[in-house]
């Protein structure tokens, strides 16, 4: 780690971030969120309740799903974070298969706590290959819906789960 | 017999459903405007407070701020409210939460900071937080110019005379004629709160000194934009519809944020976003009205209600934004549900309090007063020993049936009747067999008893209000909609795709639509009480029934072909009897510099209400008094269904904002002796997590309604109208003594079974 310089890779791209208060820099007390969103222009990850309560933020650090409104940025030093514009494949632009199957079942409403939704679903699968329903409930506990389209959700991750296989 | 489509009634993906999956539809909080300033309101930590002094110094010395108003800096007549009531920034604070000073910064953090910095002294005013207290002679008094804290009864938006008080028939005559006769106080006054996942914001610019823009999580622009006109005299107002995060009639008029956005904005010259962060959104923003009926119900023999008498108490908290106008509403559903009853006498009273504002939500009045009426008409259905459901098949509105709606007029429905409706969704639950009697449970297995309940809920205005679009198509054989649909998760703008899609027989990504801008849209209310399906229904498919008829024409002039013959399909015009003589619509254009326009205009039409019946089955545990949903069975005749999904879940909607579970644990849980709301962040406001969801089976029906051209209805917003009185009548049965209060927390349960 360099003097400082925040080092972390988001969706596969390294950055070298200097910490500070001045226009650009990532502020000791900046959330992970608020660097996705106002410093990398990440806006697909979302705030609702900044405080870790909704599930709205969630992003994926080294495999994890995490609120990303209640980390530091100044913490994540040498972490490997994944956002909702990190699931489709770099070269082919092609959906993931999760995103797919979001789509194909109409799996939201308006769309808000989607991509949290589908953070924490990519890490039920990545750990998780044949999830039951239990287990698909359990790992988006977290995520707060309110247009309620969390049937179309439990069908969705199903199904990419099932395709998987 | 339900036609056969080519889009109409299929699942097809929204053409936003990329965007959505991927992060790259935009919502107001991600947009940002070049020199953007970030305001932020100081609010008051006092329930009723005079400001004796404040003092701004500190605040405006910070580095990075731009501008510090208080009450003495802000436009004298930009009232909001109704009638008008509540100013931009006021010398009195009416609720915690209310406005004290508003601060424009370079970022929000710094905005934030400068409120805390500015010095404010609070003469403490005694606070009144219940309805009937603050009726009282010496009650507190909010504003001057509402004595005895009663808003002036009225909506005139909705009727040129205030409709308060509901008056047909003969009351005493009505009682003689009843043989089960019930009578009592009920209430549904917690305010909880819709909360969507988006809090409320707005990003404005004055383009010249009388031209303002904003862009507003707001899925009803030019609604807003006519009301905040009447608001701001002399500005013209362009209102921008972005993605809304869930809006569920919550998030339509943005009231407040655009006039602290406006006043920042015009003091720096520079554009202001507001965006409240979520203790602000449920400590400030509107909740569901409070509600209390003093009632009298008296049911015939034969299970017709013959009267209805009783005063409804409203309860907006500090500002009413259209509470008059939901009441106006609420006494309509009432009539459509009790339709048959001739005799009623119905006052209502809209009063003051020092508690955060209650405002629009989906059920809109109704949802409130059904609340708190339904458990009543309970006790006489359980006088006279009716099968709830029985009693709804007789009262509910038929053809022929009339009601005075909002406007104060009579209205006769036309086409919907929902006896079979409700037939076919008793028989998915197992109605007949679950239902035991009142106050008996369906099963009782060691400590966990089991019991069912019933709601219905009908709502006419599915055709209220004016809605205008154009279609334009053009050489390229694309139809772009001008039409103003916003986007809060209704789907509404792939239901109007569509529909003008299935007119012109188009691929669906041929038909484009305009943004919600109301800058380039014609006139449309909005997305609010169901009414898009027949509103912006009809006016998308009539202007794109009139840009295809005058494509034909053209066409046909140029074949020398009377039109009748010819059809148009993908692009291409053709001889129906033979489809290789045409040509495409390039040349029925003459170049690609010319295109040829349709209009289409709906007007306001009370005439054909829709309908949800909600089955629930509860299990209450008898020793810890917890409940819980075990199944749930919604069913509607939505006519002929544009997208099944999408109505799904608008059905499965009625577990989110501040419906069904109103009557289990939502609510916002008030301080007495401070009048703050403790709730005010989502980890107190209590809300059904993904692991709690119950099955939940729908049942529709396809009655080809003749509303418009593809015989639907909408039902959306009043999918969770009747959950929450189904759910008490559900643990009524199950526990074996009346459940009356709202939320029905264990404490409630176990203080009713004489445990607590």
Known sequence: MKENTICLSVNGNNY??????????????????????????????KVSCDRGACGCCTVLMDGEAVPSCTLLTVE???????????????????????????????????????????????????????PTEAEIKEALSGNYCRCISHYQVFKSVKDAADNRR | MATEYRYIGKPIPRRDAADLVTGRAVFIDDLCIPRMLYGKALRSPHPHALISSIDVSKAKALKGVKAVLTYKDVPPDWISGLPPHRLVLDRKVRAVGDGVALVAATNPQIALEATQLIDV????????????????????????????????????????????????????????????????TFSFDKF????????????????????????????APHLMKMILQFRMPGVNIRVIGLHTGGSYGNKQIISMPTFYGAVLARATGLPVKIMLNKTEHLLTWE??????????????????????????????????ELAQGQMGVGLGEAQVMLAKCQNWDLDTKCIATNRSPGGPIRGFGGQELKSAMLPLIGLAMKKGNFDPVEVFKKNFVQPGDGYFWRDGNWWTCRETDYVKTMEEAAKKFGWSDKWKGWNKPTAVNGTKAIGVGVGVHGNADVGEDESEASCRLDAFGTATVHCCIGETGTSQRHAAQKMVAEVLQLPMEKVLITNADTLVTPFDFGLV????????????????????????????????????????????IFVKEDPSKGMPWIAALGSPERTITGLGVYHNNFTTPNFVIYFVETEVDL?????????????????????????????????????????????SVLDQ?????????????????????????TVILESQFDTHRFKAIGIGEISGAPGAAAVLMSLSNAVGVDIMEYPATPAVILKALGKA
Not at chain 2, 289 to 313: E, N, P, T
């Open chain 2, 287 to 320: 909740v569901r009205l409070g509600s209390r009926i003093h009632g009298k119900v008296g049911i015939r023999k034969d299970g017709v209600v013959s009267a209805f008498q009783g005063m409804w108490l409203v309860e907006p908290g500090f500002s009413s």
């Open chain 2, 529 to 572: 009480g169901s009414r898009g399906t027949i509103t912006v229904g009809t006016a998308c498919i009539k202007a794109a029934e009139d840009a295809r008829r005058k494509l034909i024409e053209q066409a046909a002039a140029i074949m020398h072909a009377p039109p009748e013959i010819l059809d148009t399909r993908d692009g291409f």
């Open chain 1, 16 to 45: 070298d971030l200097s910490i500070g208060t001045n226009p650009g820099e990532v502020a000791p007390s900046e959330t992970l969120a608020q660097t996705l969103r106002e410093t990398l222009l990440l806006t697909g990850t």
């Open chain 1, 76 to 130: 994540c030093e040498g972490k490997s974070i994944r956002t909702i514009e990190g699931l489709q494949n770099p070269e082919t632009r092609e959906l993931d298969p999760l995103q797919q199957a979001f789509i194909d079942n109409t799996a939201f409403q308006c769309g808000y706590c989607t991509p949290g939704i589908i953070m924490s679903s990519k890490a039920l699968l990545e750990k998780n290959s044949a």
């Open chain 2, 192 to 219: 909880p709160h819709p909360l969507p996942p988006e809090p409320p914001g707005v990003i404005v610019k004055w383009d010249s000194p009388t031209d303002l823009t904003v862009w507003a999580s707001s899925g």
């Open chain 2, 121 to 184: 002294e609070y003469e403490v005013l005694k606070p009144v937080f219940d309805m009937e207290e603050a009726l009282l002679p010496d009650a507190p008094q909010l504003y001057e110019q509402f004595t005895q804290n009663e808003f002036t009864p009225g909506c005139p938006m909705f009727s040129k005379e205030p409709f308060k008080h509901l008056q047909r028939g003969n009351i005493e005559e009505g009682f003689k004629e009843a043989a089960f006769v019930e009578e009592g």
């Open chain 2, 673 to 697: 002796t401070t009048g703050r709301i403790l709730s005010a962040d989502i980890i107190d406001y209590k809300w059904r997590t993904f692991n709690e969801f119950p099955p939940f089976d």
């Open chain 2, 623 to 667: 020793e810890t008094g917890q409940a819980k949903i075990l199944h749930v069975v919604e069913g509607t005749d939505a006519g002929q269904i544009i997208d099944p999904i999408n109505l799904r879940m608008q059905l499965h909607g009625s577990f989110g904002a501040a419906c069904v579970d109103t009557a289990l644990f939502e609510e």
